[in-house]
């Protein structure tokens, strides 16, 4: 059967996506997505409540709070997009959405339309609500196109009918072996009929004839979307359309959806000079507003506010919704100091009501179909809750059936019941979380940064570069404005900006060739002198954040004429990289690092490792941070590798343990070489892949030599990141047996590869790495111990990508540069403070 072994092809595919690329876990894939800039993840209410239809405040704000938080805790960084339910929006909403950093929300067509004032433009370009919220209107017409069946592309006869399942065609004989032991037939997922006409008459699918098919339409979308916008650009800036739709419509509704969006997006790169996709927070950044005002209340429902929700069909179920919002306000208000079984109780009939207040019940009711479980689903929770209600006001609980509600109903683990709180403010709230940081001052203004950096991509001479400007483009998609003041590359303007950050490059003053630490000195004399050229022009800043010693000068002197707060990142310590002070340029350096932290308002490191040396060091009268380096799973990722590209390392039946690192004394390459004799006797088929330039190449070279080993290892000198990320790909462990190491950002790059992982138990590797977990760590120096873990690996392919899956879902959860980004912002603000407070104790000493 023709369709069928296409159906099993297509199947094995998506199991392989599924099982090596995305190791099992969709959330973290989705989060790298996201992290590289491809999409916008956004949030909902947390049960998809109709929020116009509640009554108090604080229903509306437990059903936005919760779905922040769960958003948090899936992907680590705050949304900055809402879904509001079946777009339904009511006048205050936006001020509620404000106060949880929520940047946008999407509404229907007319809900813009409608604003008062009436907008010029109207629904193709956002309008700014009064709190600066902004509301994104669907387009009418691509909704029509890709939702109707009857008008739209789904209906096409040669696409596959929906309703065609084999759970239901197939004789019961061939569906018993794999039927459910009820005997109930269900939907499948396979169907081989295509929808051919109205009639009940089908003809078999063709998968080739349904995609061609789809790359029509996709062309007739794409060509009708960028007429509309060419016109539209007449008489506005940067007209956009909004196409939303539900994401069950792609592959389950309209099973080519997905093929067709591909396809769409093709087109789009292909023409991307005329019309090109565009994700809202993006918008938002890029362009000026270019409409305010307030809107009326609206969904996208029949008829087009709220008849769907509330009608003759389901009216009655809001005199129960509403008296339950009352009476959990009054509960959490009574129960400021609950016992443990109390508050697992409120946090329960916290639960219960937001499942009670699900937008799918009354629109169920009101369809007319399914009704009675609609109404079954309401009353059970409605009847938990106010159980729960009597047990808390009697003082007496039924733990057994408290438990049986815990384990049904466990949505929202981390659920507070003191979201209800009367007038509990949003950040109040969310302080109170395990996740702090999410609600904004809507008043806020626009912060400035001055970011201090020697090296700025294309100057990249270590991590360092990659930091700065990883953790720069994140603050500018917070909506920071981030200036970098950086070194002179040649071939590279002076001025430039580049994806929302201000760049600038200062040229040293003297043009010949000078020792290291002059040029640092010189360096450092052109950014005081940009800074005061910039003030001589009238530019101000909020904040001055400086990078390691070597722009050390720059920012105690900026921080001086400007009285700015001063926020220092000290990367790795000359006593650390050393293991002790013992040059003349080693004590200034010392020094230089000594003074900066002592001229600082906070301190920022990334690791406990560093945190505590740095106390030790410099014993610091500001709190030092921990706030971890960042990687982009998005760049570790690569195309197929061909096996005779692979045999230039290693024959196929070999393994490869690989190495990737400044070739120096500290990263304790030596010791991965004197291990490697116990691991061949053990698992004699292995190379040694050993990537990285440095002093200490070629006596690793020689000493490869002198145990006999040569043969088993592959130097390879310096690897670009592509080959790099290959190299990874191909390997069966990465090993990075460091003696001193700050933070371990290659560590947090093999297990965004996907690469099982060895390091020593040091520094910030230690951090990073969970033994037995995400990887193995192992003491420093002792090439033993590091010979068993390898090989444990090599011969245990299955606890190896057991690790290698926990260590990538924890890179992308813990280790994303927006989280990076969210924790150096709150630091910010603590330096701006204590700032504030200096000045002002300052001042009433000398008023005194």
């Known amino acids: 059967n023709k369709l069928a072994k296409w159906y099993y092809n297509h199947f094995l595919h998506v199991q392989t996506q599924y099982m090596h690329r995305y190791k099992t876990d969709l959330v973290a894939a989705f989060g790298f997505f996201q992290a590289s800039g491809h999409v916008d993840i956004i949030t909902s209410a947390a049960t998809h409540g109709f929020l116009p239809y509640m009554k108090t405040e604080q229903a509306v704000r437990a059903q936005i709070a919760q779905g922040v938080q769960t958003y948090q805790e899936a992907f680590g960084v705050k949304p900055q997009g809402i879904w509001l339910p079946e777009c339904g929006y009511r006048e205050g909403l936006d001020d509620i959405l404000a106060d949880y950093g929520i940047h946008y929300f999407f509404t229907d067509t007319h809900g813009v339309q409608h604003a008062d004032p009436i907008p010029d433009i109207g629904e193709f370009s956002p309008l700014y609500t009064p709190t600066g919220v902004a509301a994104f209107a669907r387009d009418k017409q691509t909704s029509k196109l890709v939702w109707s069946s009857a008008e739209g592309y789904p209906g096409d006869y040669d696409y596959l009918e929906y309703y065609r399942d084999i759970g239901h065609d197939l004789e019961i004989q061939q569906l018993q072996p794999y039927m459910h032991p009820s005997g109930v037939r269900l939907n499948t997922g396979i169907k081989y009929y295509r929808i051919t006409g109205t009639g009940q008459e089908k003809e078999l699918y063709d998968p080739d004839k349904a995609m061609e098919k789809v790359k029509l339409h996709a062309r007739h979308f794409v060509e009708g979307s960028r007429e509309k916008l060419l016109a539209l650009a007449e008489n506005q800036q940067a007209p956009i359309i909004v196409a939303a739709y539900d994401a069950e419509l792609f592959g389950h509704w309209w099973y080519e959806g997905p093929m067709w969006l ?22 938002l950044q890029q362009f ?72 799918d019940w009354p629109f169920i009711m009101d369809h007319q179909t399914m009704v009675q479980y609609a109404v079954k689903r309401f009353w059970s929770h409605t009847h938990r809750f106010y159980g729960l209600k009597d047990q808390l006001e009697a003082g007496s609980f039924n733990e057994s059936e408290l438990l049986q ?38 008043s806020e203004r626009k912060q400035k940064i001055l970011m201090l950096s020697w090296e700025y991509p294309p100057r990249t001479v270590g991590g360092l570069s990659r930091h700065v400007y990883d953790l720069s483009k994140n603050l500018a998609s917070l909506g920071k404005e981030v200036h970098i003041l950086t070194s002179h590359v040649d071939g590279y303007p002076n ?60 920012a105690e002197t900026i921080k001086q004429l400007s009285k700015l707060p001063l926020v220092v990142t000290i990367h790795a310590t000359e006593y650390g990289r050393n293991r002790g002070i013992y040059s003349e340029q ?53 195309s197929e590798i061909e096996l005779e590209w692979r045999r230039q390392f290693a024959e196929p039946h070999e393994q490869i343990v690989f190495f990737v690192g400044r070739l120096v004394q500290e990263k304790g390459v030596h ?133 290698a899956q926990q260590a990538y879902a924890k890179v992308v959860r813990h280790f994303n540069w927006g989280s990076i980004a969210e924790q150096t912002q709150s630091i910010y603000e603590l330096a701006v403070h204590s700032k504030e407070q200096t000045s002002l104790t300052s001042m009433l000493i000398q008023q005194s």
């Open 262 to 283: 591909a396809a769409v997006f093709r087109l789009l790169h292909e023409d991307h000079e005329r019309i090109a996709s565009i994700s809202p927070q993006q918008y």
């Open 288 to 359: 000026p507003r270019q409409q305010e005002g307030s809107l009326s209340m609206s969904s996208w429902g029949r008829g087009g506010y709220g008849e769907v929700w509330l009608n003759e069909e389901n009216e009655w179920i809001y005199r129960y919704l509403h008296h339950m919002e009352e009476t959990m306000i009054r509960l959490a208000d009574r129960f400021r100091s609950p016992s443990a079984i109390e508050k697992r109780a409120l946090n329960q009939a916290a639960r219960e009501i937001m499942l009670a207040q699900s937008s």
């Open 405 to 442: 509600m815990e384990l049904e109903d466990a949505i929202f683990p981390a659920v507070d019941y003191r979201m209800y709180t009367k007038n509990r403010a949003a950040s109040t709230y969310l302080h109170s979380m395990e996740h702090e940081g999410i609600a904004e001052n809507k």
């Open 495 to 554: 001025e430039e900006v580049i994806q929302g950050i201000h760049i600038h490059r200062v040229k040293t003053y003297q043009r010949k060739r000078v020792e290291f630490m002059d040029w640092i000195f010189q360096l450092n004399l052109a950014m005081v002198d940009a800074f005061r050229s910039w003030g001589d022009e009238g530019h101000t800043f909020s904040i001055i954040h400086a990078h390691d010693w070597l722009v050390a000068s720059a």
């Open 586 to 638: 080693q004590k200034r350096i010392h020094y230089l690092e000594e003074n900066l932290c002592a001229k600082s308002d906070q301190i920022i490191c990334c690791s406990s490792y560093m945190q505590e040396e740095i106390g030790r060091l410099f014993s610091p009268q500001n709190a030092v941070h921990m706030v971890p380096n960042g990687v982009e799973p998005s760049l570790m990722m690569i």
């Open 671 to 803: 010791i991965l070489l004197e291990s490697i004799p116990e691991i061949l006797n053990r698992v004699p088929a292995v190379k040694f892949v050993i990537a990285g330039t440095g002093p200490m190449s070629e006596e690793l070279k020689r000493m490869a030599a002198a145990k006999n080993i040569a043969k088993h290892v592959v130097f390879t000198g310096f690897v670009e990141d592509q080959l790099r990320n290959q190299l990874f790909a191909v390997s069966s462990v990465a090993v990075f047996p460091s003696l001193y190491e700050p933070f371990g950002i290659v560590a947090l790059e093999a297990m965004a590869a996907g690469v099982p992982l060895i390091v020593s138990h040091t520094g910030g590797l230690k951090d990073i790495v969970e033994h037995g977990k995400t990887g193995f760590t192992i003491p420093p120096y002792h090439a033993s111990e590091l010979a068993d873990h390898i090989v444990k690996i090599l011969l245990d392919e299955g606890l190896a990508q057991s690790m």
